[in-house]
């Protein structure tokens, strides 16, 4: 083995029912190198980190380890961290209620002689090791006391002091504002320095040039290729990950924005507002249009939407649908209005994961029609099936768990599940989180292909560029409070801004 290469993974192979995850994969890790490990929803990536890390027994291939003689198999996540492995996922895996020190040494708590813990030698190292990677927290806190930034640098830092070889960051940044996120960069770094291997997962392609050595490439559970990250410009890494050369997303920008004013009026809500969450607000959506709501993290995006959708009930102000003022007093009065809500966080609200993909489907469409007006079964499957193709869901079948999908595809599936109900309106709360470019663009494409049919979007997303390309009028809103609407000159600058706070108070 290289003296420099720390981990290698040769000709890794592994088949889920009906799909082979991974076939005949390569991996090679430097020490003291950041490593992109890029690919859409369902390229393998996840299989790939638990094949190494003993979650999934792989069927073929090899894996080695410096200073470990032989290959090497793990058989829990345990086994691969006393061989040098370790994993920090998006969704931090520690004990919320215990301090920050006792996180650090799960398991390994220092003992006195009498062999009780000894706790002031554990604060003390805690100390030491927070205090060598630079990380600002009180150690005797608890960590649900933490942002969920502080949480994933503990996560390391206790991942770090079992002297980990290989450190494997699965979507660390997805929940992180951009402050948090440069803070895990300077941690990254220096870690850097110090000889730590990292493999870095992400969907967001500017942090992959901001941080990354190295770019390992997988599409459809194959390996593209490995490449030094200044012989991957973003077109290039955009080219492998989809296997087909792909214009900037830009090329689906509408060519001009049209003008709604003189169509129908869908949505007509004038001061409405939710205590301690959003303050009172009007909103007009036209028959057609793509409504942008955009703010900071925080700023009220998604609790405005709840309120026009009733999930959470307006205490002031009234609400028109299509001419007609309306009483919303839950989420199945809007269904039943021709309303459908997108949540953002597809994994607490949207998915029921021990349920079919044709389950998940046509659950919206069962609920509105009420629980005695059964849907046929054939009618499920024609459902299940137009959709699957319609938005290229990638599952084995349309009978497969909807949790045995990737997270980008279980996204698609909550939007088949709107869709099935031929809504007249529909909110998307960050339809593209979390998901790769190329489903991004499917998903763009569609709201535009909606609009385009009569139907009305209201369209929150993080990312402003997307919204640009699909609004046509963007609501700014800014701690709780709508500060802005913007209709003419769409650009990034003047977005920003607004949200900055260099518009009218309204």
């Known amino acids: 083995m290289d003296n420099q290469v720390v981990l290698t993974m040769r000709g890794i192979t592994m088949t889920f029912p009906g799909v082979k995850a ?71 895996n520690l004990c919320p209620n ?19 813990i000894n706790w002031k030698e554990m604060k003390a190292k805690a100390q030491k090791i927070i205090n060598d990677l630079d990380i600002n927290v009180d150690v005797t806190a608890n960590l649900e006391e933490c942002s969920l930034a502080l949480q994933q640098m503990i996560a390391i830092a206790r991942a770090v002091d079992l002297e980990c070889k290989v450190l494997i960051l699965d979507e660390p940044t997805s929940s992180l504002d951009d402050h948090e996120v440069e803070k895990l960069f300077v941690l990254m770094r220096q870690l850097k320095e110090k000889g730590v291997a990292i493999v870095f997962v992400t969907h967001f392609l500017e942090q992959v040039y901001a941080v990354c050595d190295r770019i390992t490439v997988l599409r459809n559970g194959q ?6 990250i200044e012989e991957l410009p973003r077109v290039k890494l955009v080219a492998a990950m989809m296997g087909k050369d792909f214009d900037d997303l830009a090329a689906i920008k509408t060519e001009e924005k049209q003008d ?87 994994k607490a609200e949207g998915i029921i994961g021990d349920l079919s993909v044709r389950e998940n489907i046509i659950l919206a469409l ?78 763009q494409k569609l709201v535009l292909k909606l609009a385009g049919e009569g139907k009305s ?35 990034q600058e003047r977005v920003m801004k607004e949200i900055a706070g260099g518009g009218s108070n309204e």
Not at 28 to 35: F, N, V
Not at 102 to 115: D, H, Q, S, W
Not at 285 to 310: D, M, Q
Request: proline share 3%.
């Open 260 to 346: 709604f004013s003189k169509a129908p009026l869908v949505i007509d809500g004038k001061g409405l507002s939710h205590k301690g969450t959003i303050k009172p607000f009007d909103i007009e959506i036209h028959e057609g249009e793509v409504v942008g709501l955009t703010g900071l993290l925080g700023s009220g995006r998604s609790e405005l939407a709840r309120v026009i959708y009733g999930a959470d009930k307006n205490q002031t102000g009234e609400l028109k649908v299509c001419g007609e003022k309306v009483n919303i007093n839950a989420p199945i009065d809007a269904m039943k209005l021709g309303m459908g809500l997108l949540p953002d966080d597809r």
């Open 22 to 92: 991974l076939d005949n994969v390569d991996l090679t890790l430097r020490k003291g190198e950041i490593m992109a490990l890029m690919g859409e929803n369902g390229a393998g990536k996840s299989t790939l980190i638990k094949c190494l890390t003993g979650i999934n027994a792989f069927e073929a291939g090899e894996i080695h380890v410096d200073g470990i003689e032989g290959a090497v198999v793990n058989h829990s996540t345990l086994d691969a961290q006393n061989k040098g492995i370790s994993t920090v996922y998006q969704e931090v």
């Open 366 to 443: 069962q609920a509105k029609r009420g629980m005695f007006k059964l849907l046929p079964m054939s009618k499920q499957n024609e459902l299940a099936d137009e959709y699957i193709k319609m938005l290229q869901i990638k599952t084995a079948s349309k009978e497969t768990l909807i949790k045995q999908l990737s997270g980008g595809n279980q996204q698609k599936v909550i939007l088949a599940r709107w869709l099935a109900t031929d809504p007249t309106f529909l909110i998307l709360d960050e339809p593209t989180r979390g998901i790769d470019i190329g489903t991004k663009t499917e998903i």
């Open 98 to 116: 215990l301090s920050v020190a006792e996180n650090l040494f799960i398991g390994r708590e220092p003992r006195t002689k009498l062999g009780t």
């Open 457 to 491: 979007l209201i369209f929150i997303s993080s990312e402003i560029e997307e919204m640009l390309r699909t609004c046509s009028k963007m609501i700014v809103l800014r701690d709780g409070q709508k500060v802005g609407e913007i209709t003419e000159d769409l650009t």
């Open 223 to 228: 390996l593209v290729g490995e490449y030094p």
